[in-house]
């Protein structure tokens, strides 16, 4: 019988695994919970009107198509039994495995608050993409019906909690969207007196990156016009508004971009865990006690070269992939040497708006129009297509020569009945026109 592998998780580490033994003789049971690979650096293009969902995302099936040993399966994994080596799935079934790969990626967390979470809008999966794209959307149509200057105002506020990458990269594009974009279609009201607010407990934006970068970042997106609250953290999130330090801030939107969890690989294996339930692995990236069973990506935490944990970013868990799969074959092949895993860190990147970009390569730092064009450039490049990639870059010159946003679509229910899909929340008063 041949060898069975089962890859859970059709992210950048589980497909980078499933790439990589192209040509082994196995058999592969490829499963995930979505029936599609999503490029997660480009989801705020599409919670904020840019880019549509079939831009950054490709059915599985479609990618392992040409691939007749690997068999895709479209279900949630609950649990793994190590003793009889099979992966549970939610609706009971067991799918047994000779290898075992988890690639289950991670969660945005909320601090132990997750009561907030109804309010304050996580961006990990297209569904919430297009939910913070309708709550964006909606505000406006509805602060063009509002009367109430008080009520118009909480509309026309938006606040993004969390200054790493996600949320410097929705400040700026939900500014320019305000100011680029919106302006001559409403009547009403003037879309680019809109406050973007970007709030950050800690004391820089883009913390991740040298001074110099998080200066120039920080400069920037003042002059765009995001109102940025350094170091004071959020003590709580209403459908009414947030609270950060002594501020109460009325805002009817209100977008999460702080603090992970890991998914519940290593509750599932009853590994050890750190503080945000990654998994830790071995130095080969085996589970402690089972050599047959592999964890990549965001769901484990593992000793990059300066002896940092390896960072939660697409190409850690793209190397991880390739080292997993490349363990697997030389195993195959009767090889049994420790083959430790060695990350190598190509770059940091962060677009901050039209034109204004950071990269940290290391001894080389850029910003400003040519690091925006490389960024352009990279992401475009690692896109999975021509149509893709092509689709993409035509967007973004139309964008950046018209200021024109073609995914402006508020989808998910009749706008007009719903009020930014809060519950408890009264009809907004007054219409005009
Ligand atoms: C908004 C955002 C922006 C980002 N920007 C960047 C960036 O600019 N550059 C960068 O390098 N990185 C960026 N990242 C981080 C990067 O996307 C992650 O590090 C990367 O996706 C991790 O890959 P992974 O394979 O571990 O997990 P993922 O890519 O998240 O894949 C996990 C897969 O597992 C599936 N899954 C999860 N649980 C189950 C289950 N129980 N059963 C079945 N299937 C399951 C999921 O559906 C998913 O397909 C960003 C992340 C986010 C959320």
């Not at 499963?31 to 880019?51: C, E, K, M």
């Not at 297009?130 to 938006?158: K, V, Y």
């Amino acid at each position: 019988m041949q060898h069975r592998i089962v890859v859970v998780g059709a992210g950048f580490g589980g497909l980078e695994v499933v790439k990589d033994l192209a040509g082994a003789s196995v058999s592969i049971t490829f499963i995930d919970r979505r029936n599609h690979h999503l490029f997660q650096p480009l989801l705020y293009q599409v919670a904020t009107a840019s880019l549509a969902t079939s831009e950054i995302a490709w059915p599985i099936r479609s990618l392992v198509s040409d691939r007749p040993e690997v068999t895709t399966v479209l279900a949630t994994v609950t649990g793994v039994d190590a003793g009889r080596r099979s992966v549970l799935l939610q609706d009971g079934q067991a799918v047994p495995y000779d290898t075992l790969v988890l690639a289950t990626g991670a969660r945005h967390a909320y601090f132990g608050h997750d009561e907030w979470e109804p309010f304050a809008l996580g961006l990990k999966t297209l569904e919430d993409a297009t939910t913070i794209r309708r709550r964006i959307l909606l505000a406006f149509e509805q602060a063009e019906r509002e009367t109430d200057p008080l009520r118009q105002a909480a509309l026309l506020t938006f606040v993004i909690v969390g200054a790493g990458p996600t949320g410097v990269e929705m400040a700026g594009t939900i500014t320019e969207l305000a100011r680029d974009t919106l302006p001559r279609e409403f009547r009403n009201i003037d879309t680019a007196r809109a406050r973007v607010v970007l709030i950050e407990a800690g004391p820089r934006v883009l913390a991740g990156f040298p001074d110099e970068l998080s200066d120039y970042a920080l400069r920037s997106l003042r002059k765009l016009g995001v109102e940025v609250e350094l170091g004071r953290a959020v003590s709580d999130c209403t459908a009414d508004g947030v609270t950060y330090g002594d501020v109460r801030l009325p805002t009817k939107t209100i977008i999460w971009a702080a603090g992970v969890r890991a998914s519940p690989a290593a509750e599932w294996l009853g590994g050890p865990a750190d503080r945000a339930g990654r998994l830790e692995v071995m130095p080969d990236l085996t589970v402690p006690g089972h050599p047959e069973i592999f964890a990549v990506g965001d769901t484990v935490t593992v000793a990059g070269p300066n002896g940092k944990p390896v960072p939660g970013i697409a190409p850690a868990a793209k190397q991880e992939g390739k080292h997993v799969a490349a363990i697997i074959k030389a195993r195959l092949a009767g090889k049994v040497e420790a083959m430790p895993f060695r990350y190598s860190h190509q770059g940091s990147l962060a677009q901050i708006g039209k034109r204004r970009a950071v990269i940290d390569f290391g001894r080389i730092r850029l910003r400003g129009a040519l690091a925006w064009w490389l960024w352009g450039a990279a992401h475009i490049y690692f896109l999975i297509g021509s149509r893709a990639r092509l689709s993409v870059a035509i967007n973004w010159l139309w964008i950046h020569a018209r200021n024109q946003r073609s995914a402006r679509l508020i989808t998910q229910g009749d706008a007009a009945e719903q009020s930014l899909g809060r519950q408890a929340e009264p009809p907004v008063s007054g219409r005009m026109g």
